[in-house]
Antibody, heavy 118, light 108 residues
Framework: QVQLQESGPGLVKPSETLSLTCTVS????????WAWIRQPPGKGLEWIAY???????LYSPSLKSRVSISRDTSKNQISLSLSSVTAADTAMYYC????????????WGQGTLVTVSS | SYVLTQPPSVSVAPGKTASITCGGD??????VHWYQQKPGQAPVVVIY???DRPSGIPERFSGSKSGNTATLTIYRVEAGDEADYYC???????????FGGGTKLTVL
C-alpha cells in the first residue's frame, strides 16, 4: 500500500520561503513520477511541479521562477521549496504519485495546510 | 497556457443521471482523467484514460470523450456522490499537468 505524508510548517511569513516534505512508504521514489499540487481554500487544484525517476523536474510556468522540487532517495522523500511567498500562496499542499507520463495521480497524501501571514 | 473548462456547478436529483463536461482545445490523443473530491479529503481518481474505471469505483461512473469535450457521467446518482469533480490532462504542447476549474455536484 503506497502512502504519502506531507509535513512542514503550517504558518509562513510573507516574503519567506515555504518548505515542505513528502515522505513516501510502500513505493520507491526512484521509480515513477512524484508531484506537488496545491488548493487554495475554496478553490480548485493547481499543479505545481513533478520530479521523475531520472531526477528530472518540471514546473508549472506560473510558479517556475519561485519553486524547486527535489528528492532524497536515501530517505524516500520529496521536497518542495517556494520562495517569496504571499497570501496568495495560502493553500492545502498535496503530494501525489503518477506511474508515468500521461498517467493520473493515483495516490495522494492527506495534504498539509500552509497559511502565509505575518 | 492550456485551459480546461468545466461548468462551476451541476445539480441532479437522486436516482437521475449527472453529466459533467470538460472542454479543451486539441484533446487529440491526450487522455483525460477525472477526480472526485469530498470536503476535507484528498482527490480520488474515478475515471482515467478517458473511460477506464479504477477498481473500487462503482460502475455508475462512466467517462467518454468526443472531439474537444470529455464527459463524466454518473448514473443513478446517490447522495454520497455529492462532491467536487475535476478533469485533468497532460499539456497538449508541453509536459505540464493541467486541471480543470472543477465542478460542484449537488444532489438535490
Amino acid at each position: 500500500q503506497v502512502q504519502l505524508q506531507e509535513s512542514g510548517p503550517g504558518l509562513v511569513k510573507p516574503s519567506e520561503t515555504l518548505s515542505l516534505t513528502c515522505t513516501v512508504s510502500g513505493a520507491s521514489i526512484s521509480s515513477d513520477y512524484w508531484a506537488w499540487i496545491r488548493q487554495p481554500p475554496g478553490k480548485g487544484l493547481e499543479w505545481i511541479a513533478y520530479i521523475y525517476y531520472s531526477g528530472t523536474a518540471l514546473y508549472s510556468p506560473s510558479l517556475k521562477s519561485r519553486v524547486s522540487i527535489s528528492r532524497d532517495t536515501s530517505k524516500n522523500q520529496i521536497s518542495l521549496s517556494l520562495s517569496s511567498v504571499t497570501a496568495a500562496d495560502t493553500a492545502m499542499y498535496y503530494c501525489a504519485r503518477l506511474t508515468g507520463y500521461g498517467a493520473p495521480f493515483d495516490y495522494w497524501g492527506q495534504g498539509t495546510l500552509v497559511t502565509v501571514s505575518s | 497556457s492550456y485551459v480546461l473548462t468545466q461548468p462551476p456547478s451541476v445539480s441532479v436529483a437522486p436516482g437521475k443521471t449527472a453529466s459533467i463536461t470538460c472542454g479543451g482545445d486539441n484533446f487529440g490523443t491526450k487522455s483525460v482523467h477525472w477526480y472526485q473530491q469530498k470536503p476535507g479529503q484528498a482527490p480520488v481518481v474515478v475515471i482515467y484514460y478517458d473511460r477506464d474505471r479504477p477498481s473500487g469505483i462503482p460502475e455508475r461512473f462512466s467517462g467518454s470523450k468526443s472531439g474537444n469535450t470529455a464527459t463524466l457521467t454518473i448514473y443513478r446518482v446517490e447522495a454520497g456522490d455529492e462532491a467536487d469533480y475535476y478533469c485533468q490532462v497532460w499539456g497538449t504542447d508541453s509536459d505540464h499537468v493541467v486541471f480543470g476549474g472543477g465542478t460542484k455536484l449537488t444532489v438535490l
